[in-house]
């Protein structure tokens, strides 16, 4: 005797699945944020640390070396979900743009072929599609990641660098005129909110003169 379901047994296994996938979905986005906040964490970390390894004091050479600490910047993370991006650089060429050139990107620690970049940052000569990128970093593809707003972390852009100590300094690099400005040095925490396409957030905190970096309870 063949065995099937009835129609009342389809209609719950229907019903049954339409509540799992309203559960599960928004829990599935709700991880996208949160796997993109612990990555950026990761990144910020990896930043601060290539600043205390790679001290760039060097006045012999170049009198305007506090403009070459490394740093994490963001592009394009103003509202559009597939172009918000981020690189890690170190602005040690030129004149000092504020923009990353790609021999200024660090190198990917967990994939050497690879550079600290997500494409599409200021006159940044690799692009999202090119294998040197680490597709990643496009957190607007990878994580819909739509924008990205920061509070009490400068007004010069979206970005943060660190100096020798591992402490966090505000704004554009570029626009220093001396190793240490006034304020420049982060003053409160400051807060990386980052915003997905369902207007969902969660923030990055770093905090002023530790430097710590952790994702908010």
């Not at 012999?60 to 890690?88: E, I, M, P």
């Amino acid at each position: 005797m063949k065995k099937a379901f009835t129609l009342l047994e389809l209609v719950l296994v229907i019903v049954v699945v339409g509540i799992l996938s309203v559960v599960i979905v928004p829990r599935l986005h709700d991880n996208n944020l949160r796997k993109a906040a612990e990555q950026i964490v990761f990144h910020l970390k990896y930043t601060q640390h290539l600043a205390m390894m790679d001290n760039r004091f060097d006045p012999s050479h170049d009198n305007k070396w506090y403009r070459t600490r490394w740093q994490l910047l963001f592009s394009n993370c103003g509202g559009t979900k597939d172009t918000c991006a981020y690189s890690v650089f170190s602005d040690w060429t030129g004149h000092h743009t504020g923009n990353p050139d790609a021999q200024e990107l660090a190198v990917n620690p967990l994939n050497h072929g690879q550079l600290l970049s997500g494409g599409m940052s200021g006159n940044l000569l690799i692009k999202y599609n090119q294998k040197e990128a680490t597709k990643s970093l496009n957190i607007g593809q990878k994580y819909q990641i739509k924008k990205v707003r920061m509070h009490h972390c400068g007004s010069s852009g979206k970005r943060i660098a660190f100096d020798y100590l591992g402490r966090p300094i505000m704004g554009n690099q570029a626009t220093m005129t001396r190793q240490y400005q006034s304020g420049r040095l982060l003053q409160q925490t400051c807060e990386m909110i980052l915003i997905n396409k369902d207007d969902k957030q969660i923030t990055i905190l770093i905090e002023p003169e530790t430097g710590y970096i952790h994702v908010k309870e």
